[in-house]
């Protein structure tokens, strides 16, 4: 059946989004648990921060590749099948942002480390990479712009997730893109506004921390 396709395409999407290579990575190079250190966030810039620059582009690109992976995934699965809802043909379209979507739920809540995780930045740009790439190509000029001005990789983040929207509010209105791309555009940044609440207030607070020289230290 179509649907159990669609359905194989989710769980695998959560699971490969679920490998918690922040962990995996620091365990390996350094032998230390990430989760207790920083932010004490499984990603990336975490990574960065606490091990180094070759162990957090280690895990970036890591997370990056389980994302595209996942959202290549479809093409092969569900191919030319199409399921019909409602008057809607549900193609292997649909079957990508449902992979971008439960790749982005298992990066944030692991099942593989008791539903923790990271805040889904990376796996958010992966998705794009593989579903289309002009996309992450423009979030990640906002992102780095926005890094070297201000040092705020959450801040940077949050733009890029907010430039991407409004990219596809453009594509959408004005060049007949599929609105499913516009709703998944909207949804992942809402996930990644909510993992950055705790930013979102240390932002308000002047207290939030700039990208330094990475050091191995504990606390926010």
Same mark, same amino acid.
């Given at each position: 059946?179509?649907?159990?396709?669609?359905?194989?395409?989710?769980?695998?999407?959560?699971?490969?989004?679920?490998? !918690?290579?922040?962990?995996?990575?620091?365990?390996?190079?350094?032998?230390?648990?990430?989760?207790?250190?920083?932010?004490?966030?499984?990603?990336?810039?975490?990574?960065?921060?606490?091990?180094?620059?070759?162990?957090?582009?280690?895990?970036?690109?890591?997370?990056?590749?389980?994302?595209?992976?996942?959202?290549?995934?479809?093409?092969?699965?569900?191919?030319?099948?199409?399921?019909?809802?409602?008057?809607?043909?549900?193609?292997?379209?649909?079957?990508?942002?449902?992979?971008?979507?439960?790749?982005?739920?298992?990066?944030?809540?692991?099942?593989?480390?008791k $539903?923790?995780?990271?805040?889904?930045?990376?796996?958010?740009?992966?998705?794009?990479?593989?579903?289309?790439? !002009?996309?992450?190509?423009?979030?990640?000029?906002?992102?780095?712009?926005?890094?070297?001005?201000?040092?705020?990789?959450?801040?940077?983040?949050?733009?890029?997730?907010?430039?991407?929207?409004?990219?596809?509010?453009?594509?959408?209105?004005?060049?007949?893109?599929?609105?499913?791309?516009?709703?998944?555009? $909207?949804?992942?940044?809402?996930?990644i506004?909510?993992?950055?609440?705790?930013?979102?207030?240390?932002?308000?607070?002047?207290?939030?921390?700039?990208?330094?020289? !990475?050091?191995m230290?504990?606390?926010?």
């Open positions: 059946m179509v649907i159990g396709k669609f359905i194989a395409v989710a769980v695998i999407a959560y699971l490969l989004g679920a490998i !918690p290579f922040g962990m995996i990575v620091s365990r390996h190079m350094a032998g230390v648990d990430i989760s207790r250190y920083g932010s004490g966030n499984i990603g990336g810039t975490n990574v960065y921060r606490t091990l180094g620059t070759k162990a957090g582009a280690i895990v970036i690109v890591f997370d990056l590749a389980k994302a595209i992976v996942a959202v290549l995934l479809p093409w092969f699965i569900i191919g030319k099948d199409v399921l019909l809802i409602a008057g809607l043909n549900i193609d292997w379209h649909w079957g990508q942002v449902l992979s971008a979507l439960m790749v982005m739920l298992g990066h944030n809540w692991s099942v593989y480390i $539903f923790r995780g990271g805040k889904g930045v990376a796996t958010y740009f992966g998705a794009w990479f593989a579903m289309y790439w !002009p996309a992450a190509v423009v979030g990640g000029i906002i992102l780095i712009l926005t890094v070297l001005r201000s040092r705020y990789m959450s801040l940077g983040s949050m733009l890029a997730a907010f430039g991407i929207l409004c990219l596809f509010i453009i594509l959408t209105m004005f060049y007949r893109w599929p609105p499913i791309y516009l709703v998944y555009s $909207f949804i992942a940044a809402g996930l506004f909510y993992q950055h609440r705790a930013n979102i207030n240390r932002l308000q607070s002047g207290t939030e921390s700039r990208l330094n020289v !990475p050091s230290k504990s606390g926010s």
